[in-house]
């Protein structure tokens, strides 16, 4: 009797031990495949409506998770983390770039697509109206009052932006070095991509032996991950083709989508990241635009939803008209999408890499300067007064106080039209 109840009891603890592992493995499986199977459509429309509202800067990261976690249930709280950890480490626009992996986790590599189209249409449609009307009425004296009084308004974003990122990213003396050597390379005309490229190398060195924790890891299948590389590999090859037919119909046309491209490519740390890169292609490489200008579209920028990127939009406009709006937008978002579909699979390689960490970390440090030396080139082309020291000051210390951005240009364009 005593061996037939301990057979009994080593079946039931055999029995327990299979079931926790059967739970464990479909707690694993739960984080690397999608929770249901969301129709692109649905997941269009609802990133769409998303999209119409989603103004705030890192916010929008926030409002992504409120939907996919809370409101639809698509994700769990843990795979959508994981999710944005990934869209953290590599370049692009992160927000943009978090809606696109919420897609391809609830519908796949066609679910992707949707999100990522569906969040920024709306930023898109409204940008190429302002950008008709800033063309239309610059020259009045309302409009010229509002954007001189914009201007110090958007050197106070990127002052937040700056001080924001430099908490975030300077932890050390040797952070600090980098970022000082990239603010006095861009400072005096240097390349911001030498720049970042140069960050990057030395901080291979400077932090050897310096264990940075890597992030969580995202598991995929190997099914699922060779679809979604399979897409990815489509996409690249249209954009490829398209890169053609632009050299063939005009060089101007080609010239903005290979700039925009280029500058997504090396936008590490969200979209403020790209300002400096397009700043120096688009106002002090090629001429395009003046530095106020230039200005102008980083504020029109934010009083549309979406990311800061959208500035793209605005250039594109102003160089080639509503198809040149269409090419700098393409440009600018492509790698976003191309980067979260081809690192998904690899994430946990990629993360687990000492040289990938140390070398994020520069890249990181080496933006803090950038902008730095942004803020200084912004401040020294504004128009300053009394009252635009004031209103720049006030707009800087409603954005440490949390004051949503939409508001501070609209308040602050509706001062300068009355006071400047």
């Known amino acids: 009797m005593a061996l037939r109840a301990s057979i009994r009891q080593d079946r039931w603890v055999n029995i327990q031990e299979s079931q926790v592992g ?29 999209g119409l509202t989603a103004f705030g800067g890192p916010a929008m990261v926030a409002y992504i998770r409120d939907l996919a976690v809370k409101e639809k249930r698509w994700l769990s709280q843990e795979t959508f983390e994981d999710g944005a950890a990934l869209c953290q480490s590599i370049p692009g626009a992160t927000a943009m770039q978090t809606a696109a992996y919420v897609g391809l986790r609830a519908g796949g590599p066609l679910g992707a697509l949707a999100a990522f189209l569906g969040f920024g249409l709306p930023a898109f449609a409204l940008m190429v109206g302002l950008s008709a009307a800033y063309q239309a009425g610059r020259d009045l004296q309302p409009v010229l009052a509002a954007f001189h009084g914009l201007h110090v308004i958007v050197i106070a974003i990127i002052a937040n932006a700056t001080l924001s990122f430099g908490r975030s990213s300077i932890k050390n003396g040797r952070d600090t070095i980098l970022a000082a050597g990239a603010a006095a390379f861009l400072v005096f005309h240097g390349s911001p991509i030498i720049a970042i490229v140069a960050s990057a190398a030395l901080s291979v060195l400077l932090y050897q032996g310096v264990n940075f924790p890597a992030r969580t890891s ?50 590490f740390g969200g979209g403020f990241a790209s300002v400096p890169l397009m700043l120096h292609e688009v106002v002090g490489v090629r001429h395009w635009l003046d530095s106020q200008t230039f200005m102008d579209g980083i504020a029109l920028g934010q009083v549309t939803p979406g990311p800061i990127v959208i500035t793209a939009t605005f250039v594109g406009y102003q160089v080639a008209g509503v198809l040149g709006a269409l090419v700098g937008t393409i440009g600018i978002f492509t790698p976003s999408f191309l980067m979260v579909l081809v690192t998904v699979p690899y994430f946990d390689r990629l993360q687990h890499s000492p040289w990938f960490r140390r070398a994020l970390r520069g890249v990181l440090a080496s ?35 949390k004051v949503d951005i939409i508001w501070v240009v609209l308040v602050g364009a509706a001062v300068s039209t009355l006071l400047l």
């Open 22 to 50: 059967v739970a464990e493995m479909s707690r694993i499986a739960d984080r690397s495949q999608p929770e249901t199977r969301v129709p692109t459509v649905r997941l269009f429309l609802a990133f769409l409506r998303l």
């Open 218 to 267: 995202i598991a995929g299948s190997p099914d699922s991950g060779r679809q979604t590389l399979a897409f990815a590999g489509i996409l690249a090859l249209l954009v490829a083709v398209g890169l053609v037919v632009l050299y063939l119909l005009g060089r101007q046309l080609f010239d903005l989508a290979t700039l925009m491209l280029k500058v997504d490519i090396f936008a």
């Open 367 to 401: 933006f803090v300067g950038l902008l730095v030396a942004v803020t200084i080139n912004f401040g020294l082309v504004a128009s300053w007064s009394i009252p635009a020291v004031v209103l720049a000051v006030a707009a800087f210390t409603a954005l440490r106080l």
